[in-house]
């Protein structure tokens, strides 16, 4: 009788993870709030033939050589940028993640974020909160408008697209966008216009940010970016930390080169309570809860484990990076 395959799960995960799994895997799932260090994740993965693993775990060259019976790396996310898919590949090891279960979650964060920024609504309630509301104030934090304004949204994938069809259709704002290629549809359902990257910049009173993490978009936003922004403009981050320089983000925040900013992800992860960006009343913070929702977690688990379960069998996994990865075994 075969045995059943030994699979480590990187942290607590929602409860269709191991329902999914149990009846065929041999599970360990790590319990601690804070991920494993490389060295306990190296142990703990060196006689396994599938991992769930999650942003906060480096898969890199030297844990994957420490676990030569691997076959299934299923990552509980959209991005893998934790994972060094060129050594996966070449050790034949597969590797799958979550798209399009977090689309409408993360469009629903960035409409969140907008709002909260441009209506300073952190400021107000942290002032009504320590006593600072004395009375209705005619002038008192004072936001900006969204109706018909411009929205630019940077990375017109279905994030972006999911974003500005609600702003375009609740407070008519035009909407703008960067992107490689054209998007027809959203050119077609809201009325986009592409735009190169200092149009969207100079003429955008909301900026939101839906890219990639690569070499070309790390630090995308430095001081020459928001130096072309307008005073007015508010910035919002949904996509990845390390697009933003922070120290040029806070600088523009402090300097009024730009009006607010509201940031789901932040580089690194946890930022320090410490770091200046949080002392900074114009700008607003959430511990990357883009995906927070209760359908959006369980589609998410439900996808990883599936990945994992086809790549363990040899079938077609849901959604597979690196497919070419089977020709390596």
Known sequence: MASRPHVFIARRLPVIV???LGDTCDLEVWPEDLPPSADILRAKIADCDGLVSLLTD???EPLLASAPKLKVVSNFAVGYNNIDI???TRRGVLVGNTPNALDEATADTAVMLLLAASRR???SATAAKGGRWKTWEPMGWIGQDLRGKTLGIVGMGRIGFATAQRLHRAWGMRVIYTKRTPSQEAEQLSGAKRVEMDELLRTSDFVSVHCSLNDETKGLFGSAAFGKMKPTAVFVNTSRGPV???VALA???RSGKIFAAGLDVTDPEPLPPTHELFALPNCTIVPHIASATTWTRNEMGRI???NLLAG????PMISCVNPEAKESR
């Open 312 to 315: 363990l069998r040899g079938d």
């Open 244 to 246: 933003v320089d922070q």
């Open 121 to 123: 609504l952190l400021e």
């Open 86 to 88: 060129a050594a996966a």
């Open 251 to 253: 600088e523009a925040l």
């Open 18 to 20: 191991e329902s999914l």
């Open 58 to 60: 480096r898969i890199d």
């Open 304 to 306: 990883c484990a599936e």
